[in-house]
């Protein structure tokens, strides 16, 4: 570590009264209608000619005619990593030097499918309806993990609902790469095969061609490739999530996180640089992240079965098994009984000993927690009658331990969770300006 990057090592990063959204006692509230996440594929659209919903303001983008925007999405890179970080990297310090660096908040839940699902649509999730990796489907009397695609209990989603839901039943809103085809506009999505076919993606990436990828290195070379090797409008959006899961496992202080943002920052760079100046000259490049890491302690995660005026008071399924908590540690949205037992859970979980926002359901609706408008039909059938929002620590249950075991931790309402960075620059400015 350089002297710079230990001196911003040593204060908070986040410490800065200019950065958008609202701060209420320690919790942020995503800036919707300006510098948040779920503006950036409005913001793209809008780049190569589209009207396409919400947009940054126009101090986020350099100015320019752009016929290829690349956008590079690194899941879990929080903004207080790039302030933390920005020495000692040089794709982080070049891009922001060549072009604009702007902090953005996520959306709430600051979860990867909430918040993936917005990048893919343009959407808040108060519009789209996905309120976080774990969802209760009223209407199939079953939760389900959904970006996965899978029945809590095991199985396949859609097996286990006799083909009824599809990935298209996940979210309410259209995909971003049908507007841009509609206007001519090619999109490629470059993502591991992992995640590249299933009913989530093929829903979430309708009008896109879709790349699966097997490492970091394929992932930079078919996006340089994209953007090489087109004739027409293009959008290339490539995502890559190890230094979300490296975060969850160790922590962003760790060296292992370090070492992760660091390969794939000089991975992105290196073929960055390869671009042929003839496709650079009209290409708008973005480095951006769709939420950040808090640093919890497992020892202290709170176990929901350790409260039985909580845990006993759960709504149950058909079946007669008690409904589990949807969400996430970060974002607990509770399912229960009847008002009597709401209130006796809200009461309990406001005197116990860690520190969370209590809401109920209807609360953090008309609060526009999860963005403002008229909520959709699928918020309001998902959100739970308590959603619970801890300060510093994860709140789960111990039937799924490996949440609780997580170290960099995401959902909810932190600084370091909501705080991400957006950068932009002209690419043909950027390559000049590391040969400069």
């Known amino acids: 570590m350089s002297d710079d990057d230990a001196d911003r090592a040593g204060s908070d990063p986040l410490a800065d009264p200019t950065l958008p959204g609202m701060r209420r006692d320690g919790y942020v509230f995503p800036d919707y209608e300006n510098y948040c996440f779920a503006n950036v594929p409005g913001t793209v659209a809008d780049v190569l000619g589209v009207e396409s919903g919400r947009r940054l303001p126009d101090d986020a983008v350099p100015s320019g005619d752009y016929s290829t925007v690349l956008v590079v999405l690194v899941d879990g890179f929080g903004l207080d990593q790039f302030r933390t970080r920005r020495a000692s990297i040089p794709l982080l310090d070049s891009l922001a030097t060549a072009g604009t660096s702007t902090p953005l908040t996520s959306v709430y839940p600051s979860e990867t499918a909430a918040a993936i699902t917005s990048v893919h649509t343009g959407a808040t999730p108060a519009e789209h309806g996905l309120l976080g990796w774990n969802l209760r489907l009223r209407d199939h009397d079953l939760t389900c993990e959904s970006l996965p695609f899978l029945a809590r209990e095991g199985g396949d989603l859609g097996e286990a609902t006799s083909g009824e839901v599809t990935g298209d039943d996940l979210f309410d809103a259209d995909p971003v790469y049908r507007d841009l085809s509609a206007a001519g506009v090619d999109s490629h999505v470059v993502q591991h095969t992992s995640i590249a076919d299933g009913p989530y993606s093929e829903a979430a990436t309708a009008g896109a061609t879709v790349h699966g990828v097997e490492s970091?290195?394929?992932?930079?070379?078919?996006?340089?490739?994209?953007?090489?090797?087109?004739?027409?409008?293009?959008?290339?959006?490539?995502?890559?999530?190890?230094?979300?899961?490296?975060?969850?496992?160790?922590?962003?202080?760790?060296?292992?996180?370090r070492a992760e943002l660091e390969t794939a920052c000089a991975t992105i760079e290196r073929e960055l640089a390869r671009i042929d100046p003839s496709a650079a000259e009209d290409t708008?490049?973005?480095?951006?992240?769709?939420?950040?890491?808090?640093?919890?302690?497992?020892?202290?995660?709170?176990?929901?079965?350790?409260?039985?005026?909580?845990?006993?008071?759960?709504?149950?399924?058909?079946?007669?098994?008690?409904?589990?908590?949807?969400?996430?540690?970060?974002?607990?949205?509770?399912?229960?009984?009847?008002?009597?037992?709401?209130?006796?859970?809200?009461?309990?979980?406001?005197?116990?000993?860690?520190?969370?926002?209590?809401?109920?359901?209807?609360?953090?609706?008309?609060?526009?927690?999860?963005?403002?408008?008229?909520?959709?039909?699928?918020?309001?059938?998902?959100?739970?009658?308590?959603?619970?929002?801890?300060?510093?620590?994860?709140?789960?249950?111990?039937?799924?331990?490996?949440k609780l075991d997580f170290v960099g931790t995401h959902g909810g309402q932190s600084p370091e969770e909501m705080y991400v960075p957006f950068l932009a620059a002209d690419l043909e400015t950027w390559q000049a300006s590391r040969t400069a």
């Open 216 to 257: 970091l290195p394929d992932l930079a070379v078919t996006a340089r490739r994209q953007v090489e090797t087109t004739d027409e409008p293009t959008y290339v959006y490539a995502y890559w999530s190890d230094v979300d899961s490296t975060s969850h496992a160790r922590g962003t202080d760790s060296d292992r996180y």
């Open 284 to 402: 708008l490049v973005v480095l951006t992240a769709d939420h950040g890491h808090l640093n919890a302690d497992p020892a202290a995660a709170v176990d929901l079965e350790s409260y039985p005026e909580v845990w006993n008071a759960r709504d149950h399924h058909r079946t007669g098994k008690p409904v589990l908590p949807t969400g996430g540690p970060r974002n607990v949205h509770l399912h229960l009984r009847d008002g009597a037992s709401v209130q006796r859970a809200r009461e309990t979980l406001v005197e116990a000993s860690f520190d969370a926002r209590v809401l109920t359901g209807t609360e953090a609706l008309e609060a526009g927690l999860f963005g403002p408008g008229e909520p959709s039909d699928l918020l309001r059938a998902r959100v739970g009658d308590l959603v619970v929002v801890p300060r510093d620590r994860d709140v789960w249950f111990a039937g799924e331990q490996r």
